[in-house]
């Protein structure tokens, strides 16, 4: 059954950046395909918000930063444990920038994350301490928004966190599941699926909006 959507429903588009697309220092596969498909669902919704990551020289999560260190160890953080990644989004660089196919003019909000150096933030909604808020769960209670669908980049991380914290802090959250694309790493697909499934998070197809 297609799926009605309202007032007090907002679409959160997560990194969809040039640096996670193919060609960028962190390329998903095929992550430009979902441009279109993303664009055709911001058309649906009134309210429509961006993250952005957004990461000052030699933070913590680039491998770079270490001795040592290569691209997708994981590392014992303050916070606990840390993916190391290649460099990436790095604050006013191209790699940043929203891929030049995202086309949502009405766009309310962009948030940044993960610009402070000594931690990554996955989620949306707070850092990967699981203690410093965003901004966005204040945001969306000032704005009456209570259920958020979302899409973007990484399903197996970013999205994966950004549902669980939502979920978690009170918002009905859905992931449009083909409106995403994973890194894929070791089981991370499979983890973010039993983890989604067991907080109740449920994975829809954009065809249950687009159909109608």
């Known amino acids: 059954m297609p799926i009605l959507h309202g007032p007090n429903d907002a679409l959160l588009v997560i990194d969809l950046q040039n640096d996670f697309c193919p060609g960028g220092a962190l390329a998903i596969p095929e992550a430009d395909a979902i441009v279109p498909l993303i664009n055709s669902l911001g058309e649906r919704f009134d309210h429509v918000l961006l993250t952005q990551d957004w990461h000052p020289p030699h933070h913590i999560s680039f491998a770079a930063t270490h001795v040592d260190k290569q691209a ?3 590392i014992q953080a303050p916070y606990g444990p840390q993916t190391l990644w290649p460099e990436h989004c790095l604050q006013h660089s191209t790699g940043a920038a929203f891929h030049t196919g995202l086309e949502i003019p009405h766009t309310e909000l962009i948030l940044r994350k993960g610009f402070r150096r000594d931690i990554d933030s996955y989620s949306a909604f707070q850092e990967n301490d699981q203690i410093t808020p965003t901004g966005l769960s204040g945001y969306l209670r000032e704005r009456k928004l209570t259920r958020l669908f979302l899409c973007g980049l990484a ?3 970013c ?7 939502g979920s978690r802090l009170g918002f009905e959250i859905i992931v449009i599941e083909d409106a995403t694309r994973s890194v894929n790493l070791l089981n991370s697909v499979v983890e973010t699926n039993a983890a ?3 907080s109740g998070v449920p994975c829809i197809q954009s065809s249950e909006f687009l159909s109608l």
């Open 155 to 157: 399903y197996d991380f």
């Open 72 to 74: 997708f160890e994981v």
């Open 159 to 165: 999205v994966r966190h950004s549902a669980l914290d």
């Open 196 to 198: 989604l499934a067991a």
